[in-house]
């Protein structure tokens, strides 16, 4: 009895404990219906370097975060003329178990022919481990 009584708390622990799963961090609707979301993978969440803002400055500076998510739009969105940085935010990766982790979650704007296109989904998530997490489109 009481060795399953032991194995209960043991797996019911490691549930509590467990990491919220594929995160989205941003999600928006597109004109044609489908769904844009950056969603970070359990293992990446967990892998990504803790953080509390009483620490001192992050553990990526908001410039290499920057140049990392320029760097990634700028290969992606290859068919316009320009990519530039139109916002950047801090966050918390809004998990309740992992209040330590955080990101950045850069929005582009792009141009073609020298006009400005307005239109959502465009940004992509920096990890303080640096690594850029783009999004992916959903039906």
């Known amino acids: 009895m009481r060795i399953s009584l032991i194995l209960l708390w043991l797996c019911s622990a490691s549930v509590a404990f467990a990491g919220c799963g594929e995160l989205p961090l941003a ?19 967990l892998a990504s370097p803790r953080w509390s803002p009483e620490d001192g400055e992050p553990p990526l500076a908001l ?4 140049t990392l998510g320029l760097t990634w739009a700028r290969g992606h969105y ?7 940085i139109d916002s950047v935010s801090l966050s918390r990766i809004g998990c309740s178990d992992l209040r ?5 979650l850069v929005h582009f704007s792009l141009k073609i022919e020298g006009q400005r296109l307005f239109g959502s989904g465009n940004f992509a998530a920096v990890l303080m481990d640096g690594t850029v997490v783009p999004p992916t489109v959903r039906e």
């Open 27 to 45: 999600s928006t609707h597109r004109d044609d219906g489908s769904i844009i979301s950056v969603i970070v993978p359990e293992a990446q969440q």
């Open 63 to 66: 410039s290499q975060a920057i």
């Open 78 to 84: 290859t068919r316009f003329d320009e990519v530039d």
């Open 100 to 104: 330590d982790r955080w990101y950045y």
